[in-house]
Every structure is written in structure tokens, then in C-alpha cells.
């Protein structure tokens, strides 16, 4: 009954986007008020029945309640709870009501906090995003049914991958849809800036912190999947440019660059029309990803015979909504009127060669990513394109990014004074060649990429230390004061720009200096590794809720002194029969230590394959990471972004 | 004076399409450079078999792991195990870890260097990290040759 009503409420949400979707649209472009006033409440109702429709899937998880195809398929009654709830979404059909769930809370929420919008603007923004929504809904309802029932119904169901069953992962979909979902405000703001053809420093300072919510979330939600990877899948690798990670990964590139060009439109009132493209590819991304992921059709052409509905669905609903913006913008792009020059050496033509290294790589990204299918329909080769083309080709476009990103903030908007910039920061950039070539030496030298990175990280480091030292005059008197009184969005970008630092030297660190061992190792054998001896002291069985494991125990020594203990596990999961590897690690600043068990070598069992691992610095990109996304979220609180603050006058 | 503000104009937009056709053609270059070695051919065992592919060419090779051909070298961590996708098999020797989805009998994808006068050397043995036990390429070689079985949880292929 309660799966029934889910179904029903999906069925009302997906008609109250119909009407959302075109009658105050239609009201805002002939004038007529009653039907523009249809908005705000028809948002609020999908979300309240979406919500409804979800809920009731999430139920059905919990009870396990076979008789629903989904949750037969994707669910077990032995699974913990929390994987009970987080297989709501670790599937096709409930990771795509997921999706229409985050849009209709975004939708709300710009329905709430849009409300001092101009009338028009607010109500063609919404209606967009009611259409985007009535595609998905179209989609569940009509090729993804997440409700469907199933009769004769089994007792029990088939299981989650074992691999999916860890908080990291339970917890990765939801934020890089936050993420995801989030750039389709972005989207209904341009589509809807279009419409009106008018696009102003208010338009940039209502879609920026949008933008930078979504960025936000998709940072966080692709850095947490890339940890999962870490710990979970035993390689002590975090990034493998597979088409599922470079599909996040692209759309956050184009939102990066995004984030920046809007400061130019605000600041300077120019870069329009290049703002508004970027919006619509970000978006764009941000579903392309979501199909590479979710239904498996991109990565293969073939993929078309086994589900052509589902195929045909997908490729006209891109086709409509990537094709349809795109013609909308060639139509509408010469009513945005170009807003004023500006110099070569500038903060804006800083932040136009951010724009330019950021989208060139991530069309390197996509062309890394979708050449393999092309090729495909081509030629009928079958062909993976490695990491290494990804290392070099996106690795390269970085180094003068990272570059620019040390000078940017320190020049000034309009006219900057070349020769001030790098007299001041060049004495800044000596001193970082100089630290990065010392620690260079210390880790032990290597590759020379490995010290141009190690030196870029420092770099910036160092130069948004100083660019903010210089800001709040930090050497003279009230410093304090004037540190406190700095504008939130300053300190974000600061705190931004010094995590992604950070997280230069950590991946750096992990990449360059990592060192790995494979052994098979008796009880009582000892190892030395990244400084640390490490003694293997036995095994025991466990027995989890749907899992038996064996578990290592490791003595961690430094200078003779026990400093922790690692039980690394191996484990073995019943439903479905499935072993995987439960990595321990020991972090400190300086390096994690990462120990896997594999299988026994002799029918004793006092002899087992064990791989270890030293990555230094690999805290630091995890740290890096969380320090860029406390940056966004301290931006995203400055007073500016208030919507209905009072309109500033622009400088 | 309308005429030197069009005129600065225009520097100024020539100067922002020379820098974005440096950036671009810079791209260009390096995805050229970075392709050439970093593409790998995905081949069956019959594929492998009729390929006139020379010594030291990268390829992926896919299909199931033969019952039963699975052994361990002496130290432990080199690893035997043949290929089949039904039609011919090719020998696998691999040193290093295996990840955790590796079985006899389940699909497989190996990455190493074309031999044409012995055993297939693999430096690789992917692990998928997906919900899709099976790797795409190798149902699809199934499929092509003719002896996948198609189970109840087929989905998402």
C-alpha cells in the first residue's frame, strides 16, 4: 500500500511539474499575473510529494519488502540497517529518483529564497527547472519504475554489492547529486537570463552562490568517493581517471571556472555570454555524468541493444535539454551587450586564462573519456585510454593554472601594474623554487615533475598567504580588526585557493614518494617501510552480520616504540558471495602506512600474502580538499549573497 | 574617439583569441603526444589469436577465467591462469595482487604487452569497481562468440 501511494505521489509530482513547467512561464512571457503566481506553490508541492514517493521507496528498503522488484534485486534482510537505507539509492531506479528528489528541493529552495527576485526572472527560472524535472520524472515513470511489483515475490533478496556497503560510500551518491543537481539552478538561471535577454552584476551575484553550493558539494562528494577508492578497494591508489570518476570530475572543472567568470560579470559587468555558456556546459556535464554512471549506456554504444528504451529516453532528453539551451543561447547571445575592455595584465584577464585552462581541460577530459566510445562507432575497435594520457595531457594544463592562480588574486581589477605584481611576489616565488628544491632533496629527489609540483603547491601556498597578509596589512597596527572586518567572500577565496595548495603537495607527496611491498609474510616476520617496522603478529576469524573475515594483526614500530596496531581484514560476504579487502591504515601528518591481507599461501594458514604501502603526505589532500570546501562555505555566508541584501553600487 | 575605442577593441579581442588559440592548439598538441602511448586495444582470446599485432604493443585482453587453471608460483605471488572466451584460450602469467572480484570461472580483463611466442605477460588485472560483476567488454565478447548465458539478474548490461 505504502510503495502504492509513492507510485501515486511520484505520478502528482510529475504533473505539478507539467503545470509548473508551462503555465506561469507561459504567464510571465504574456504578462498575466494569476498564472504567474502558480510557481512558488507548484515547486513546494513536488518537493512534498517527491518526498512522499521517496520516503516510500526508502520504506520498502527498510522492511525489505521483496514483492518490489528493486529491492529484491538490491537488498538483503542481514544487511545493517544503514545499507538498508543507503541501497535506496545504490541502484538505477532509486540513484534517479534521488536525482528528481535534489532537484525539486532545489527548486523549493529557490522558491523560498528567491522570493525578492524580479517577478519574471524568478518565475521562468522556476519553470525551467520544473522542466528538467518533468524529464526525469517522464523517466522513472516510464522506462525506470522504481516502484515496480514482482510476483511470485522471493523471500529473500540478491544483496548489495559488498563494496557499496561502507559509510563512504553510502554517503558519496547523495552529496555529488547535491552537487550535480545543484548546477541546474545555474542552468535555469541562464535559460531564464536568456529569455529575458538581460544579464546584469545582480543576475551574477544571485546565481554565484548557487554555483558555489553546488561546487561546494561536488568537491566534497567527489573527493569522498575518490577516499572510498582509497581505503576500500586495497590498491592505495585515490584516482584511476575511470569514466565514472572523470564524469564528476568534468562537470566540477567547467563549475570552477564558472564560479570565477560570474566574479567578472558582478565585478566588471563583461564576460556575459561566456558565462551563460559555461552555466549551460556545466549543467550539461553534470547529466551526461549522471547517465555515464547511473545506466551504463555511454560507455558502450552496444549498450542500445540490450535497453533501447531506456537508451532512445536518455539521448533525446540530452538532445532536447543540452541542444535546446545551446539554441537558445545562439539565438538570444547578442542581446547580452558586451560590457567594458580590459587590459592584458589584470585581475579579469587572470581570471579569462583561469577560465580558458580550466575548460580546455575538461574538454581533455571528455575527449579522454568519450574516445574510446567514438572510436567504437567508428571502427568497431574496442580501446581504453589510460591514466597516462590523463597524467600528461591534464597534468600539463595545470602547471600554468596553478601558476596564474598565485598572481590572480594580487593584481588589481581593470588596470594592474605588471612590474609591482612581480616585484612584490617574486621575491615570494624565489623562496618557494628555493623550499621546494630543499624538500625535494629531503624526500629523497625522483622525478623533476615531482619538484615542479612540489614547487607549484608551495607556490601557491605561499603566494595566498601573502596576497592575504598584504590585504589585512598584517605587519601594522589593528591588524586584528581589520583581519575580522575582511568580506567573507575574500576569506573563502583565500582559505579556497590555500586548500587546493595543500592538496597539490599532498597528491605530490602520494604520487612521487609512495612506496609499495608485497610480501608473503609468516607470523613473527617483520618489515621495514616508509621508516616504520612493521611485525606480523597472527590472524583471527571474525564473523560479521553478513560477513566471516579474517583478521590480521600488525605491530606498527618507530624507533623501537609500538605506535599502533593495524588489523587489516579480509573479508567474505555471503550475499552475494563476494571477498573484499578491508585496508587498515595508520595516518599521521607525515604519511599514511596502509596494510592489506590477502589470502593464506599454505594449508597451515600462518603464511599470508600482505601488501604494504607508504604514502607520504597523503593526508594532505584529504585535508586540502576540506579546507577548500570550508573556503566555499565561508563565501558562501558573505552578506552579498543575501538575496533582497541591498543592491551595492558597482565600482 | 569612437574610432581608437573600436580600434583598442579590437586589439584587445585579438589579443584574448590569440591566447585561447595558444591554450587550445597547446591542448591539441599534448592530447596528440599523450594518446599515442596510452591507448590499449581490448582483445578476446580469438582476437588475440587472429591478430597480426607485433611483440610489445599494450593491449587489454578479456574473458573467463578457465576452471581449475588457477595455480601460485612458489613465492607465493605470481599467479597462472588461463583465458577462454569459449573458443580459444590464451595463458596468463601474472606477478603481483589480485583484486578482490578475481575467480575461476568469472570474467576477467588482464593488461599487458602482445607475446607472440608464449604466454601473455600481465602487468594489470583490473578491478572493477562498479555493481556489474562482469566486465562490459568481456559479455559483449561472450555474446559475439556465442556462449554467454544469460542469468535472472541481467540488468544495466
Not at chain 1, 538561471?189 to 554555483?211: K, N, Q, Y
Not at chain 1, 538532445?319 to 575592455?341: E, M, N, P, T, Y
Not at chain 1, 558471495?577 to 599454505?602: K, R, W
Not at chain 2, 587453471?69 to 572466451?85: A, M, N, P, Q, V
Request: proline fraction near 4%; include cysteine; glycine fraction near 10%.
Amino acid at each position: 500500500m505504502i510503495v502504492e501511494s509513492g507510485h501515486y505521489a511520484l505520478i502528482l509530482a510529475c504533473t505539478l511539474s507539467l503545470v509548473q513547467g508551462i503555465f506561469p512561464l507561459y504567464g510571465a512571457l504574456t504578462g498575466r499575473g494569476r498564472l504567474m503566481r502558480l510557481s512558488a506553490p507548484t515547486a513546494y508541492g513536488q518537493f512534498f510529494f517527491v518526498s512522499i514517493a521517496f520516503g516510500a521507496l526508502m520504506y520498502a528498503f527498510i522492511v525489505s519488502d521483496f514483492s518490489v522488484v528493486n529491492v529484491a534485486k538490491n537488498s538483503h534482510t542481514l544487511k545493517p540497517m544503514l545499507y538498508k537505507v543507503s541501497a535506496t539509492w545504490g541502484n538505477h531506479e532509486g540513484s534517479i529518483l534521488l536525482w528528481a528528489l535534489i532537484l525539486a528541493l532545489y527548486g523549493a529552495a529557490v522558491a523560498f529564497f528567491g522570493r525578492k527576485l524580479p517577478k519574471t526572472l524568478y518565475v521562468k527560472v522556476l519553470s525551467i527547472q520544473a522542466l528538467i524535472g518533468l524529464g526525469f520524472y517522464l523517466f522513472l515513470l516510464l522506462t525506470s519504475n522504481p516502484f515496480e511489483r514482482l510476483y511470485p515475490f522471493p523471500m529473500e533478496g540478491s544483496g548489495l554489492n559488498p563494496l557499496l556497503q561502507d559509510p563512504g560510500l553510502a554517503f558519496h551518491p547523495p552529496l555529488l547529486y547535491l552537487g550535480y543537481v545543484g548546477l541546474s539552478v545555474t542552468f535555469s538561471f541562464a535559460v531564464g537570463a536568456l529569455i529575458e535577454g538581460r544579464v546584469d552584476a545582480a543576475w551574477a551575484r544571485w546565481v554565484r552562490p548557487w554555483t558555489l553550493l553546488a561546487w561546494c558539494f561536488l568537491t566534497a562528494g567527489i573527493t569522498l568517493g575518490s577516499w572510498w577508492a582509497y581505503y576500500e578497494l586495497g590498491w592505495g591508489g585515490w584516482w584511476f581517471w575511470d569514466p565514472v570518476e572523470n564524469a564528476s570530475f568534468m562537470p566540477w572543472l567547467v563549475a570552477t571556472a564558472l564560479l570565477h567568470s560570474a566574479i567578472v560579470v558582478e565585478k566588471r559587468d563583461t564576460l556575459k555570454a561566456w558565462t551563460i555558456l559555461l552555466a549551460i556546459i556545466a549543467f550539461s556535464f553534470s547529466l551526461l555524468g549522471t547517465f555515464i554512471v547511473r545506466s551504463g549506456v555511454l560507455t558502450s554504444v552496444h549498450a542500445f541493444a540490450t535497453d533501447p528504451e531506456r537508451g532512445v529516453f536518455i539521448l533525446a532528453f540530452l538532445f532536447l535539454v543540452i541542444g535546446g539551451s545551446l539554441l537558445l543561447f545562439a539565438l538570444r547571445a547578442d542581446k547580452l551587450q558586451a560590457g567594458g575592455l580590459f587590459a592584458p595584465i589584470s585581475r579579469e584577464s587572470m581570471l579569462v586564462i583561469n577560465n580558458l585552462l580550466l575548460s580546455v581541460a575538461a574538454m581533455v577530459v571528455m575527449f579522454g573519456t568519450l574516445y574510446p566510445l567514438l572510436r567504437d562507432a567508428l571502427t568497431g575497435d574496442k580501446i581504453t585510454v589510460g591514466p597516462p594520457f590523463f597524467n600528461l595531457a591534464f597534468g600539463f594544463l595545470m602547471i600554468p593554472l596553478l601558476l596564474v592562480m598565485g598572481l590572480g588574486p594580487s593584481a588589481s581589477w581593470k588596470r594592474a601594474d605588471l612590474a609591482g605584481i612581480v616585484s612584490r611576489l617574486g621575491f615570494v616565488f624565489a623562496t618557494s623554487l628555493v623550499a621546494a628544491l630543499a624538500f625535494f632533496y629531503m624526500l629523497g629527489g625522483g622525478e623533476i615533475m615531482a619538484a615542479v609540483w612540489l614547487g607549484l603547491g608551495l607556490w601557491l601556498m605561499a603566494a595566498t598567504f601573502y596576497e592575504w597578509a598584504d590585504r589585512v596589512k598584517l605587519f601594522k597596527v589593528n591588524a586584528m580588526k581589520r583581519i575580522r572586518r575582511q568580506p567573507r567572500a575574500s576569506v573563502g577565496m583565500s582559505f579556497g585557493h590555500l586548500g587546493l595548495a595543500i592538496a597539490v603537495l599532498g597528491m605530490a607527496g602520494s604520487s612521487y614518494w609512495g612506496t609499495e611491498q608485497q610480501k608473503i609474510m609468516a607470523y613473527g616476520d617483520e618489515i621495514n617501510i616508509g621508516g616504520y617496522d612493521v611485525n606480523f603478529r597472527d590472524t583471527n576469524g571474525i564473523i560479521g552480520p553478513n560477513y566471516t573475515a579474517v583478521r590480521g594483526a600488525f605491530d606498527i614500530r618507530k624507533n623501537g616504540k609500538i605506535v599502533a596496531t593495524l588489523e587489516p581484514e579480509a573479508r567474505l560476504f555471503s550475499t552475494p558471495p563476494m571477498p573484499t579487502t578491508e585496508a587498515a591504515i595508520y595516518s599521521t601528518l607525515m604519511g599514511d602506512l596502509f596494510i592489506v591481507i590477502g589470502e593464506a599461501n599454505n594449508k597451515t594458514y600462518d603464511q599470508w600474502a600482505v601488501r604494504l604501502y607508504y604514502k607520504p603526505l597523503q593526508t594532505w589532500l584529504w585535508g586540502g580538499v576540506v579546507v577548500m570546501v570550508f573556503g566555499g562555505f565561508i563565501s558562501l555566508s558573505d552578506r552579498r549573497f543575501r538575496m533582497g541584501a541591498a543592491k551595492k553600487k558597482i565600482n | 574617439m569612437a574610432n581608437t575605442r573600436a580600434g583598442k577593441r579590437k586589439t584587445k579581442r585579438f589579443y584574448l583569441l590569440l591566447t585561447s588559440m595558444t591554450i587550445l592548439l597547446l591542448a591539441v598538441g599534448l592530447v596528440l603526444t599523450a594518446l599515442q602511448d596510452s591507448i590499449s586495444l581490448f582483445l578476446d582470446p580469438s582476437d588475440l589469436a587472429e591478430s597480426n599485432l607485433s611483440d610489445g604493443q599494450r593491449v587489454r585482453l578479456g574473458g573467463l577465467v578457465v576452471e581449475e587453471s588457477f595455480f601460485k608460483d612458489e613465492d607465493g605471488l605470481t599467479y597462472r591462469f588461463d583465458i577462454t572466451d569459449g573458443n580459444e584460450t590464451v595463458k596468463v602469467i601474472y606477478k603481483g595482487s589480485l583484486p578482490d572480484l578475481f575467480r575461476e570461472g568469472q570474467g576477467v580483463v588482464v593488461e599487458g604487452e602482445i607475446n607472440n611466442s608464449g604466454p601473455f605477460f600481465a602487468t594489470e588485472v583490473l578491478a572493477k569497481h562498479d555493481e556489474n560483476y562482469m566486465p562490459k567488454e568481456v559479455i559483449e565478447s561472450l555474446k559475439k562468440r556465442g556462449v554467454f548465458q544469460y542469468s535472472d539478474g541481467e540488468e544495466n548490461i
